[in-house]
């Protein structure tokens, strides 16, 4: 006699996403109850509100504590960005990447680095200035600070070989990251650097990442005109 295949929180989350798609539950309708779901799919509970704890995190349904499971009127699609390298955003362009490293100093943190990477006063920091280029044409522009006391092996490393970003996370996790987006224009050094024209408008990235809430590294790039991220939902 074949084994009855486990129903896992995927196969509850998918077919209730069919439902919803298909208009068997339209929008602002009442799900049935935890309970009656792992019923009708012979599983454990747990596993329907895992499936929906998935589909509530996606902004498909809405649940309310003594109210129920409702199909949301609006539903919200939620974009998932990839943080990618600079050499794999260059590479999957087909072109070939290069790291140049401007300058490294190593200094006691300004106020605004401290502000923006909540240091200490007086914290050591490392920074680096870079340069990443696609067929020989500038990428973007790097400007990075390093936390000597939670990365000690970074004052010591050859960025020359290795660009700061793919050394950093080789050497050190990231337990939590925080990313904008924004435009610039360029002054007179980007627009040296990006070759292009002083007050050209260019897509500037701000990351900052911790490890077990100590601060690592705060980076912010700023690409060739014309630069465009995608994000896909």
């Not at 490293?101 to 050591?124: C, D, F, K």
């Amino acid at each position: 006699m074949p084994q009855q295949k486990k129903i896992s929180f995927q196969d509850v989350r998918d077919e209730v996403m069919r439902r919803i798609e298909a208009r068997v539950w339209p929008q602002g309708a009442l799900l049935p109850t935890e309970a009656e779901l792992a019923e009708e799919f012979g599983c454990a509970r747990a596993t329907v509100n895992r499936a929906l704890r998935e589909l509530a995190d996606r902004g498909v349904i809405d649940r309310k504590r003594k109210s129920g499971t409702r199909v949301a009127t609006l539903p919200v699609k939620q974009a998932k960005l990839e943080i990618a390298t600079s050499r794999r955003l260059v590479e999957e362009r087909n072109a070939t990447y290069r790291f140049a490293l401007v300058s490294r100093e190593m200094r006691i943190a300004p106020g605004w680095v401290i502000s923006q990477m909540q240091l200490a006063a007086g914290t050591e920091v490392l920074h680096l200035e870079g340069m990443h280029y696609a067929d020989g044409q500038p990428f973007h522009f790097e400007d990075r600070w390093i936390n000597i006391a939670a990365v000690p092996d970074s004052a010591e490393a050859d960025y020359a070989e290795t660009p700061p970003g793919e050394w950093l996370l080789a050497a050190v996790p990231f337990s939590n990251a925080e990313v904008s987006f924004g435009a610039t224009s360029a002054d007179a050094a980007l627009a040296e650097y990006l070759a292009c024209a002083p007050g050209a408008a260019l897509f500037q990235m701000e990351r900052s990442t911790w490890f077990q809430e100590e601060p690592v590294t705060f980076a912010r790039m700023t690409f060739h005109p014309g630069y465009r991220m995608r994000s896909r939902y």
